[in-house]
Antibody, heavy 118, light 106 residues
Framework: EVQLMESGGGLVQPGGSLRLSCAVS????????MSWVRQAPKKGLEWVSS????????YYADSVKGRFTISRDNSDNTLYLQMTSLRAEDTAVYYC???????????WGQGTMVIVSS | DIQMTQSPSTLSASVGDRVTITCRASQSISSWLAWYQQKPGKAPKLMIY???SLKSGVPSRFSGSGSGTEFTLTISSLQPDDFATYYC????????FGQGTKVEIK
């Protein structure tokens, strides 16, 4: 069974940092690009970042460029999102999803909530 | 950046109704458009890709059409399980979502 399980969300102060993880099972992780998509409370979906299967290519939305870093560990089937210099507007549910920038997201995790507040 | 605009924002309908949601792109995206369904507290689910291709397992009452800048999602006979929010997404250039259309019970 295909599963994506996010973790690492929580409450963080503005300017702080947080690392999200996404544990993947049920498909050959290293073969596929992966992405993070977020959804602010009561708002729509926003693509955040994508990484190629090998990890050599990464892409970011302008809203997070320079502050967030996507990475992956193919030996451990885990996707990461390192978030720094967090702002109130980064408050959202963060989903990991199978798929690339420029592609559909065909499998999604259940999401992890990040709240940026003092 | 490519902007995606959905209409309407909210749609009130009854079981059995035919429902159509429109999505417009700010520039041509060929057929690189997907539709997702999201229920409260749940992750989105891919329903349609490449404008009109139904993902395996999605009921045939769902259909998509369009190309270029104008696209539609149609539910031929609305079922109780279909009340949800629907998002379009262009994947011609990175990925931009529409603002969503909530299908609610009339």
């Amino acid at each position: 069974e295909v599963q994506l399980m996010e973790s690492g969300g929580g409450l963080v102060q503005p300017g702080g940092s947080l690392r999200l993880s996404c544990a993947v099972s049920g498909f050959t992780f290293s073969t596929y690009a992966m992405s993070w998509v977020r959804q602010a409370p009561k708002k729509g979906l926003e693509w955040v970042s994508s990484i190629s299967g090998s990890g050599t290519s990464t892409y970011y939305a302008d809203s997070v460029k320079g502050r967030f870093t996507i990475s992956r560990d193919n030996s451990d089937n885990t996707l990461y999102l390192q978030m720094t210099s967090l702002r109130a507007e980064d408050t959202a549910v963060y989903y990991c999803a199978k798929g690339d920038a420029g592609d559909v997201f065909d499998i999604w995790g259940q999401g992890t909530m990040v709240i940026v507040s003092s | 950046d490519i902007q995606m605009t959905q209409s309407p924002s909210t749609l009130s309908a009854s079981v059995g109704d035919r429902v159509t949601i429109t999505c417009r792109a700010s520039q041509s995206i060929s057929s690189w458009l997907a539709w997702y369904q999201q229920k409260p507290g749940k992750a989105p689910k891919l329903m349609i890709y490449k404008a009109s291709s139904l993902k395996s397992g999605v009921p045939s009452r769902f259909s998509g059409s369009g190309s270029g800048t104008e696209f539609t999602l149609t539910i031929s006979s609305l079922q109780p399980d279909d009340f949800a929010t629907y998002y379009c997404q262009q994947y011609y250039s990175y990925g931009t979502f529409g603002q969503g259309t909530k299908v609610e019970i009339k």
